[in-house]
């Protein structure tokens, strides 16, 4: 995961670490790891500079009547399309002013919060198939009428609901997203995405519907899955299966809960960036996901060829040139999907966001990229990448991991999905990274004074006992469900 700016240009580390191991009796395990980078003591913040704000108020949202661009969590939802792009731009985009736009959003440590994104996949309970999209629109409506959401189209389709600083989404397959509120602490977290599953349930069960909690689909292939009609999908779907063998299997057949974090400074990005990026195949094997079935066998492993122009370790991150400006460098050069027109996605997959900037897009030529245009392709970028908010734990992990190699890191990548906490590293296992880990995590939650440390309880189990979630489920697979996945349906069901 990454540095991303989903809906706002407030300074987010996006990650799939943290996890939220929710079921039936409504227990929540919420645990926080670490992802990030490294020094710059100060936020280049680029708001105060008289250039950059000059040419803020160059954009005009004319669709709405309003004029610049507000800074901060904007009112733009995950399930939303795109930002409307009837704008006027009367001077060009520079280097200068995409650097300004993540540097501006840095926040005080008083004011960092935790967003999840929490997917499951839904079936029915009669033939386990995924839902086709006529049963999720049809959810979708009865949820909105029931609990008061607010619906949101893409043409005549119902793609999503809004209410409040929450969001309900839909990725390409149907898995069924919430996009939660900014919260303070695990706790509301947990109270959020109770909140959440207990009113899709109601609905869902009326209809027949169940949802799973697990990270791939166990059962079905890419052939069963319905599409959702979301333009940005279809611009995906064709252009995934050029760039890696398992890209369309990431889109359709993968779930998983994702949280949005915040950074005070460029250096605060930087120090956290790389702490994630060295931690990520612990975290890959904790139970932070709904970790199911061949999770941590395929799930992960999916990754390692699903466009790796825009996914991975990024090694550059550790090197000691890494800054706001590097990452920049780096989007640039992750090839487009689309550009936001009319209310229409436009194909420009693999084309160039520098040549965007050069009004040289062979989709749109002449035609000058926005900031919103900008925001629209950070979203499809997505390394591996979270974060601690404990300064202390921060500290001590980018110290135990300060002299692993660019090597090793990719080595535990690749390895970790077949071998688990038994992963040979160094002089031990990668369980022994994983208890250090957990008692800096456990240290951390401590200090931030919200008695969260109830949360690592499930974690704390698999690194005792160094057996993943996902084995166990291959353990009753091979065992007692005599190689059927159909019972991992009420295993894992909500």
């Not at 420009?348 to 062979?362: E, N």
């Amino acid at each position: 995961m990454t540095l991303i700016l989903r809906a706002s240009p407030s300074c987010r580390v996006l990650t799939d670490v943290t996890r939220c191991t929710i079921r039936r009796s409504g227990v929540c395990g919420l645990a926080k790891n670490a992802e990030a980078s490294r020094m710059k003591e100060t936020c280049v913040s680029f708001s105060s500079s008289s250039r950059y704000s000059a040419k803020i108020s160059q954009v005009l949202h004319l669709d709405n009547a309003g004029i610049g661009i507000r800074r901060g969590r904007r009112s733009i939802v995950a399930a939303s399309p795109p930002t409307e792009d009837a704008v006027v731009v009367t001077e060009p985009l520079t280097k200068e002013d995409l650097v300004g736009y993540l540097a501006s959003g840095c926040k005080p440590k008083e004011k960092w919060r935790i967003g999840t994104e929490h997917e499951k996949f839904g079936f029915e309970f009669g033939t386990l198939h995924p839902m086709k999209y006529e049963q999720i629109a049809e959810l979708l409506n009865s949820i909105a009428e029931r609990f008061d959401w607010e619906k949101v189209m893409e043409g005549d389709y119902i793609i999503g609901l809004k209410q409040g600083k929450q969001s309900i989404s839909l990725e390409p397959g149907g898995q069924f997203e919430l996009s939660g509120a900014p919260l303070e602490t695990l706790h509301q977290t947990c109270a959020e995405v109770n909140s959440h599953l207990y009113q899709v349930k109601a609905v869902a069960e009326e209809m027949g519907i169940g949802f799973l909690g697990i990270g791939f689909q166990p059962k079905w292939g890419l052939k069963d899955i319905p599409v959702m009609p979301k333009g940005r999908y279809e611009i995906m779907r064709n252009y995934m299966p050029k760039v890696g063998s398992l890209g369309l299997d990431m889109m359709f057949r993968t779930c998983t809960v994702q949280v949005n974090l915040d950074f005070s400074s460029e250096a605060d990005m930087i120090r956290k960036f790389r702490a994630g990026l060295a931690l990520q195949p612990v975290r890959t094997l904790l139970p932070f996901v709904f970790t199911g079935v061949f999770y941590d066998v395929i799930d992960h492993h999916i990754w390692t060829d699903t466009d790796n122009n825009r996914a991975g370790m990024l090694p550059f991150v550790f090197d000691d040139s890494f800054g706001f400006e590097q990452y920049v460098d780096y989007a640039l050069d992750v090839p487009m999907y689309f550009v936001y027109r009319k209310k229409k996605y436009i194909d420009c997959a693999g084309m160039s966001f520098r040549d965007f900037l050069a009004g040289k897009l062979p989709c749109l030529p002449g035609e000058l990229p926005t900031l919103n245009d900008w925001e629209n392709h950070l979203t499809t970028i997505f390394p591996e990448v979270g974060l601690l908010y404990d300064e202390d734990s921060l500290q001590n992990v980018l110290d135990m991991t300060a002299d692993w190699t660019t090597g090793e890191r990719q080595m535990l990548r690749n390895k970790v999905p077949k071998t688990g906490l038994k992963t040979p590293f160094r002089d031990g296992l990668l369980r022994h990274v994983a208890q250090d880990v957990l008692k800096l995590s456990k240290d951390g939650l401590e200090r931030r004074g919200f008695k969260e440390t109830g949360f690592l309880n499930e974690v704390a189990e698999v690194v005792r006992t160094g057996v993943t979630p996902a084995e166990k489920l291959l353990d009753m697979y091979h065992g007692k469900w005599r190689e059927s996945v159909d019972p991992v349906f009420e295993e894992l069901l909500y």
